[in-house]
């Protein structure tokens, strides 16, 4: 026996970890200049929640984010509930219904499915000898999982307060829903790149991610979304170039390279964001992880198509 192993035990990493399971909800209509950001997380292990709910419409944002019960009965539920925001399970992988109340605003939002749902599980099934997402988040594969889908939008969001009290705007637009569980401690993440895009004839959701224990460990995971199905991108990198608003990069190049080998480069338009938006994941403690929502245009510059895009941006900040 080694003598160190007779005395009081230094806790490991692992021990940080606790299970959590995400959902966020991402709605973008430029043309009536009105973008939402609904996020929950319920950790059922410590009987709590936290959900956020965020609205920017003509440059002024209403934000709310607070611990809320956990949702009970939680496991297989169609409806959950936390707090002022309800989700509807409506029809599995095609439709959802986002609600949200509080003394500001009032919003419905449906989800409808674009494209296929994809599981991130198959990036570590095309690239075992890369570095991949639940390694990264858990510490081994196959403790955390990860889905995305490509969506439409549509609803109503009705303020209750403040210059546009009693008015209502009938939405349309894009969308995008992230589903994970799992382990994990979003705390351990040092910085990451999460965007998505949503072209008329295609949809992509690439990201980048480091933690703080195994930083030259870089994750680069994605997919690319089309009517017939998903493909998995083989190889990737993300390049930030210049310096855009509020520590933003100017433009962000996402170079892509799918299971086939067909190559895409998608230019992110970052510096003129048509709105920019912090999310609030979960309760900061001594430190807090940052994420900055850019919802911008974005162009292909293989096919010439021009879309949307939502490049998130994070890093771990002393709060």
């Not at 997402?133 to 995305?148: C, D, L, V, Y």
């Not at 307060?161 to 209502?168: F, P, R, V």
């Not at 520590?247 to 190049?253: A, C, E, F, Q």
């Not at 912090?278 to 900055?292: E, F, R, T």
């Amino acid at each position: 026996m080694l003598l160190h192993e007779d005395y009081p035990h230094t806790v490991p990493t692992r021990a940080w970890l606790r299970w959590k399971e995400n959902y966020f909800w991402v709605f973008m209509d430029p043309e009536r200049d009105i973008c939402c950001l609904a996020h929950c997380t319920a950790e059922p292990t410590y009987d709590r929640a936290f959900a956020s709910f965020t609205v920017l419409h003509k440059g002024k944002t209403l934000i709310s984010g607070k611990d809320v019960p956990m949702p009970s009965p939680f496991e297989h539920q169609k409806v959950l509930n936390y707090g002022g925001l309800r989700l509807s399970f409506l029809k599995a992988q095609a439709e959802f219904r986002v609600e949200y109340e509080d003394e500001n605003v009032s919003a419905v939002l449906n989800f409808t499915r674009r494209m296929h749902l994809f599981d991130f599980q198959a990036c570590a099934d095309v690239n075992p000898d890369w570095f991949s997402i639940s390694e990264n988040t858990a510490f081994e594969r196959n403790s955390f999982r990860h889905q995305g889908q490509c969506m439409n939008a549509t609803g109503t969001i009705a303020f209750k307060a403040g210059e546009w009290a009693g008015t209502s705007i009938d939405v349309d637009g894009s969308g995008y829903r992230d589903h994970s569980w799992g382990m994990r401690n979003d705390q351990l993440t040092l910085d990451h790149n999460w965007s998505f895009f949503n072209f008329p004839s295609m949809g992509f959701h690439l990201m980048r991610v480091r933690n703080v224990i195994r930083p030259a460990n870089m994750t680069a995971e994605g997919y690319i979304a089309r009517p017939e199905g998903n493909e998995v991108i083989k190889a990737l990198d993300i390049e930030n170039v210049g310096e855009g608003p509020e520590g933003m990069p100017d433009k962000v190049i996402f170079r892509a390279t799918t299971l086939s080998g067909e190559p895409f480069t998608l230019i992110a338009d970052v510096g003129n964001a048509f709105a920019r938006l912090p999310l609030h994941s979960q309760k900061p403690g001594a430190k807090v992880y940052l994420n900055v929502e850019n919802m911008c245009r974005v162009r292909c510059e293989e096919t010439g198509e021009e879309g949307l895009a939502n490049v998130e941006i994070g890093a771990l900040k002393d709060a």
